[in-house]
């Protein structure tokens, strides 16, 4: 994964590094120092981040949903 598949992808899962390490329970740092110095990402992170994404898109649905089925009572 390059650094810009990397940001894309956190753009896309709208979250911030600190967001990030926070939600993994890791610090910032850490998360910060992948893909810089020649050091890249765990092999996990990519598919991760698609998996939060694809899962946003479900809870969305569930919520659209949900604030309909609520309008009609």
Known sequence: MTNEDFKKLMKDARLTKKSFSEILG???N????WGTNNRG???WVQSWLELYIE???YNEIADLCANLKESQN
């Open 26 to 28: 890791t610090s910032y």
């Open 55 to 57: 899962n946003g898109k």
């Open 30 to 33: 850490a998360v910060n120092g």
């Open 41 to 43: 990402y765990p092999y």
